[in-house]
């Protein structure tokens, strides 16, 4: 009985002494990733740590001040032990002593927030189909408000994190700003804040972007105020429920197109009468649509102009249309509320057509008209199949999505549920490009802030200090030919060939 009391005993001393040594190791392991071999203040505290050393090792003095501090370590016994030895083997024992210890002093800060923070993601229970938990490996606190966490998350995809933000934000006490894979797939990156977002942001405190036209605002996000080129996306989405900021944002989008760039046209669809989109239509470079049948025969109109571009850009072996050089504009095609334009109806035979033939242009224009240079923005409360057909969906870059009352619409903009739980806070919205997810206070611009600046946008079109090349192309629709669907380019190319016609009959 004794001899298994003892073996216990023995056995448990020895597990005990095994963590000992596994905690000693993780923390050390830590502190010895810190160190950096390159850096000349690393080379500054070895050298200063040596002559420490040296200094208290020249004689043999200091083992009987340890003897005092530590009477159960340096007992008479190990004293006697390095007062044998030869001084440059106590030296040598000491550095190494000190070097033992001072691993886990520099790891110590990293492994509690590395284990403070895998406490908090385990919190999650998210396992991998092996039965794996994602393993946190590295916390760099970036500022006083923000942290990187690194996770090691074999077999877990970053959606199935982007579904528990709600969760994950109790859990750690901030706020996660972003969520992306990092270069090696099997690790990802976690930026979190403890600043909250403002609960309204003017349209005037958004940077201008005069020096990158067509751009717009989206609006201030944790990390800084957010823009976007629309050449790059190429076509957006904005949606939201009613009274969440959806109308607010599509106007300033406007606006900030108009102010940063020249050399640009919209082409607005409002089918509830233009009522929304009335203050634009004052400008020369806008044109509002009203009606399914303008609507259908505009869109006829500016799929024939895409054409015509390309036949330019295959006859000029070039790969996509550059205002300055093709003297060409950009185009805009907003669609306000394009479930009134998009939703399939049985009833009205003639609206049913209008509806039919619309769809399929907009499915032809999102494929391909992004070399032309043709761009769409299209804004709905929902999104589903009947409203904006799922081919157009796919060729949509950029969502800005704002509050969702449910799990399935946020699932059908952002294929996660951040919209749902979004704050009620007017505004407050979540933009989405590609796979990263960012959320964001949209800038406001008030009706009478709106008309001011379109005011002051016509008084710069009439003086000539805003330009476009034009012509707009027509309301009516133009038959068959795409050759009367025509831009300032193509007529300055008809009136060289005429001159230098003339020039030759006059020689």
Same mark, same amino acid.
């Given at each position: ?66 003897? +005092? ?9 190990? $004293?006697?032990?390095?007062? +044998? ?6 030296? #040598? ?18 492994? *509690? ?18 039965? /794996? ?6 916390? $760099? ?31 750690? !006490? ?55 080129? $629309? ?19 599509? *106007? ?15 082409? #607005? ?15 020369? @470079? ?13 869109? +006829? ?5 895409? &054409? ?21 504009? *950009?185009?805009? $095609? ?49 999104? /589903?199949?009947?409203?904006? &057909? ?24 952002? !294929? ?17 490009? !590609? ?62 060939? @005429?001159?230098?016609?003339? &020039?030759?009959?006059? !020689?």
């Amino acid at each position: 009985m004794k001899k298994d009391k003892s073996n216990e005993a023995a056995g448990k001393l020895f597990d005990a002494l095994g963590k000992l040594f596994m905690i000693y190791f993780d923390i050390s392991y830590y502190g010895i990733k810190k160190i950096k071999v390159k850096s000349a203040m690393t080379w500054f505290y070895i050298t200063l740590a040596l002559m420490i050393i040296f200094s208290l090792t020249y004689n043999y003095d200091f083992l009987v001040i340890l003897n +005092k501090i530590l009477p159960f370590a340096f007992t008479d016994t190990v $004293i006697e032990f390095f007062v +044998k030895l030869s001084w440059v083997k106590y030296f #040598l024992l000491f550095s190494l002593g000190a070097l033992f210890l001072s691993f886990p002093l520099i790891g110590a800060r990293e492994y *509690k927030k590395i284990k403070s923070y895998q406490n908090d993601f385990n919190f999650l229970s998210l396992k991998a189909g092996n039965g /794996t938990a994602p393993k946190v490996i590295r916390v $760099i606190e970036v500022d006083d408000y923000k942290t990187k966490v690194f996770l090691k998350s074999e077999g877990i995809g970053i959606d199935r994190y982007q579904s528990k933000v709600s969760d994950l934000t109790t859990a750690l !006490g901030q706020i996660v700003e972003d969520i992306r894979p990092c270069k090696n797939p099997k690790f990802v990156e976690f930026s979190l804040t403890k600043k909250s977002l403002a609960e309204k942001v003017s349209y005037y405190e958004m940077p201008e972007s005069k020096n990158s036209p067509y751009t717009f605002s989206i609006g201030e996000s944790l990390g800084g105020f957010l823009t976007q080129d $629309i050449s790059t996306l190429p076509h957006m989405l904005i949606a939201g429920t009613t009274g969440g900021g959806k109308s607010v944002f599509f *106007k300033q989008t406007l606006v900030s197109l108009l102010k940063g760039s020249n050399n640009i046209q919209l082409y #607005l669809l409002d089918l509830k009468k233009g009522v929304e989109m009335r203050p634009f239509e004052d400008l020369p @470079n806008v044109k509002v649509i009203k009606t399914e049948k303008d609507a259908v025969n505009v869109l +006829k109109n500016l799929r024939n102009e895409m &054409d015509r571009r390309f036949d330019y850009l295959e006859e000029n072996k070039l790969k996509e249309i550059s205002p300055k050089r093709d003297k060409m504009d *950009k185009i805009i $095609i907003g669609v306000d509320e394009a479930s009134v334009l998009y939703t399939k109806v049985k009833s009205d035979s003639a609206k049913k057509k209008y509806i039919t033939e619309a769809r399929e242009l907009t499915d032809e224009l999102s494929k391909l008209s992004r070399a032309a240079g043709i761009h769409l923005i299209l804004a709905t409360q929902k999104v /589903t199949k009947e409203t904006i &057909d799922t081919k157009v969906q796919e060729n949509i870059g950029g969502r800005m999505c704002f509050q969702m009352n449910t799990l399935q619409g946020s699932m059908t903009v952002l !294929g996660n549920k951040m919209a749902l739980n979004l704050p009620d806070i007017k505004g407050r919205g979540i933009w989405a490009s !590609g796979n990263k997810f960012t959320e964001i206070q949209a800038p406001f611009l008030s009706e009478d802030e709106l008309e001011t600046e379109l005011a002051l946008l016509g008084k710069e079109y009439e003086s000539k200090t805003k330009t476009f090349f034009g012509p707009m192309v027509a309301l009516e629709k133009v038959e068959g030919e795409k050759k009367k669907v025509i831009t300032k380019a193509s007529e300055n190319e008809k009136e060289k060939k @005429n001159g230098s016609s003339e &020039d030759k009959t006059n !020689g």
